[in-house]
């Protein structure tokens, strides 16, 4: 059967009832086929006309002289329109309407299709900046949502649809940038009047559906910082699904929001406050508690805490952040009620000094920086640096130990071909702060930290389980100090109890990178617990395995409490895993230790740990 299709133009009239920084003016066309279906394309010319005297003719964020924000039309400027309540065509790509400045007034033009002839009940989303839709780097991607989980999440589509991201994570703190790619804003309206081959649509305001905080910024000398390299703005939503048909963000779609934008200026330039200049950046407005603003200046990591901000839709903000600190790390983070030493327990050594003790930060892995060739295999040089955790198989060497054997002390070191009955220690109970008559087995933690002045044990069940049963968790990853990633989870206290809104969004499945949140700011704030996601060595072996996270099968952390019956309770996360369980003593995996006593006095510091941060 023949498809028949019919082709009607109508011109539109777009009448904007202009408000400071909110306006706007958006159109799209799509003249992509769909499966048979008739498709209606409708030739869209939308003039733009301002209503007060002092609105500027266009839409483009600049700041003026005086650091204030003027809102304009530019010329070229796009908006995207899309024919909302299922009549729109899921087509490859939205439509724009594309702004000509005709005799000194904003004219849009374009085309729109749609399923059905519109009518004067049809209804049209608009959303501006239409380019933000478009090319590579494009922050408005349609998403479709999944089924096959309880928890409701959304994933990209190649097809138009009703359902937006707007992503927000990246951004290069200019006013100019955020115009062209973040100033989101939003209406829907209903033809006015159809008249034959004429649309006229009236917009009124368009609603700006983000908020924007100009920051300045002074160190602890309170002089404005200049120099910046980079600034992260942390448990602020940097990224979220928005319903072109309601005008609402999406509820209870926890896996799809980021919490962090990274502000990174342009090419050859840095940040500065000096002589009043701001750096701006948008977000999704809210209401947000732990809010981290972290600026790096050279080898300095300068932040501000924040309990409780409030962030209302459409406003811009300004504040001054004074006197920021460098941060240090500290003997622990709360989380649950348990005093969590902020790094694994490990074994370094390094130009013939050897390190028994806390990790010197939370993302801290074994084999932090590594080349691979192309088979993913450990190599001594390359072209670039990754962790052990996109290797294929690394190897566990005595100089770079994280995982540890229960009650194994004496021979702590030895992976291979042990086969005496001196791999774990056989006694069951709890081994914290234990340590045998002959010193050989027990709390490896304890034995290596007792006569310091900060000193941990391995944790118990209990304390492992509140992570499991109670605590909040995202998958999360960190940079570390070789610029190289480290995935895990990032856990916070849960103190609701109501345990059905403990936030849990693991297991991820594998090589599903876009539901990890950046939290290095978070975790240098000293503000949740970061457990990397380190595998496991089987016994008499040194070769890791489950650390790979490109492995299809999945990866995932196995930490170890202090207690066993003929095997040792463990808790088990990640891509494939979430647990509870009892594993062989003769597994080597990660302890995270808990505090037991900090005097407050420093103890030495590592030498080759001095520049970690």
Known sequence: MKIMKKNVLFPVACFLMAAPLLTSCHDDVDSSTAENTTIHTY???????????????????????????????????????????????????????????????????????????????????????????????????????VKERSSLYHQASNKTQDRVELNLTKQDGTAETIGERFDFQWTKQKPKKIDGKKIDVNLGELKRIVSIWGLRFTGENNRPLENIDSIY???????????????????????????????????GTKFSSKDGKYTYVAFIPGTYTDVVVTAYVGGKVLQRSYNSLNFETGRIYRSDILKMEDTKQKAFVN???????????????????????????????????????????EVATGDKLVSSQ????????????????????????????IGDGGDYWSQTGDISQQISSDGKYGDIVWYY??????????????????????????????????????????FTTHRSTDAA???????????????????????RANKGLFLPVTGRRLARQDEIGFRDMLYTGGAFGQYMSSESLVMCYDFFFGPSEWNFDRAPKGQACPIRPVLVHDDEQEDPVYAPFANIK
């Not at 979220?240 to 926890?254: A, Q, R």
């Not at 348990?338 to 050897?354: C, M, P």
Request: hydrophobic fraction near 30%; charge should be neutral.
């Open 43 to 145: 030739s869209l010319v939308a003039d733009g006309t301002n209503a007060l005297q002092q609105e500027p003719a266009t839409r483009a964020l600049k700041e003026d002289a005086d650091h204030k924000i003027k809102s304009e039309w530019g010329e070229q400027d796009d908006i995207l329109a899309y024919v909302v309540g299922g009549d729109g065509l899921q087509a490859d790509n939205y439509s724009y309407i594309t702004n000509r400045n005709l005799n000194g007034s904003s004219r849009f033009d374009g085309d729109i299709a749609s399923k059905k002839p519109l009518t004067t009940n049809s209804e049209i989303a608009f959303l501006y900046p239409g380019k933000a839709a478009q090319g590579d780097k494009r922050t408005i991607t349609p998403v479709e949502e």
């Open 233 to 267: 703005i942390s448990n602020v939503k940097g990224s979220d699904i928005f319903d072109l048909n309601s005008g609402e963000y999406i509820d209870n779609n926890e896996e799809d929001e980021v919490m962090n934008i990274i502000l990174k200026p342009k090419t």
């Open 335 to 377: 989380v649950q009620d348990v005093q969590w030493a902020t790094g694994n327990f490990i074994h370094y050594e390094e130009n013939g000094q050897e390190y028994w003790g806390i990790a010197p930060a939370q993302w801290w892995i074994s084999k932090r920086a590594i080349y691979v060739n192309n088979q993913r295999k």
């Open 390 to 417: 996109f290797a294929s198989g690394p190897v566990q060497t005595k100089e770079d130990v994280d995982l540890f054997r229960y009650g194994s002390i004496a021979k702590a070191l030895k992976f291979t071909g």
């Open 449 to 490: 930290t007792r006569d310091k002045h900060r000193q941990y044990r391995m944790p118990n069940k209990t304390e492992l389980e509140k992570l499991f049963n109670e605590a909040n968790v995202i998958p999360a990853y960190c940079y570390t100090d070789k610029g190289t990633v480290v995935y895990g989870g990032f």
């Open 501 to 523: 809104r403990q936030k849990k969004l693991f297991p991820t499945k594998a090589k599903k990178f876009d539901k990890y949140t950046n939290v290095t700011a978070l975790v």
